[in-house]
């Protein structure tokens, strides 16, 4: 079992940024994929991006690369989503998820936070 928990959500003007991170307890934090995920209300949730347990390997949506950076500090437990530059319809409830294995399905990640919402105004 992996335990995590966002935290860093709120309320941001379009072209600011805000940090979110991902704080992970119970079984090796560091054996893990970490994928962000977000959900709009209505719309189903998206992938924004992965990282590999070593780091070595980070993939991004196209709607948020050049934008978005994810990072992770296994010695710490935790994984970070970096978000600049935001838009308005960047707005959604953001997850960290876990999983053994390389994925950008959402419906392949056993380990959930419970979410942090992001709003961005115009």
């Known amino acids: 079992q992996v335990q995590l928990v966002e935290s860093g959500g709120g309320l941001v003007q379009a072209g600011g940024s805000l940090r979110l991170s991902c704080a992970a307890s119970?079984?090796?934090?560091?054996?893990?994929?970490m994928g962000w995920f977000r959900q709009a209300p209505g719309k189903e949730r998206e992938f924004v991006g992965s990282?590999?347990?070593?780091?070595?390997?980070?993939t991004y949506a196209d709607s948020v690369k050049g934008r978005f950076t994810i990072s992770r500090d296994n010695g710490k437990n935790m994984a970070y989503l970096q978000m600049n530059s935001l838009k308005p319809e960047d707005t959604a409830v953001y997850y960290c998820?876990?999983?053994?294995?390389?994925?950008?399905?959402?419906?392949?990640?056993?380990?959930w936070g419970q979410g942090t919402q992001v709003t961005v105004s115009s």
């Open positions: 998820a876990a999983r053994g294995s390389w994925s950008m399905d959402p419906s392949q990640y056993p380990y």
């Open positions: 119970g079984r090796a934090f560091s054996s893990h994929v």
């Open positions: 990282i590999s347990w070593s780091g070595g390997r980070i």
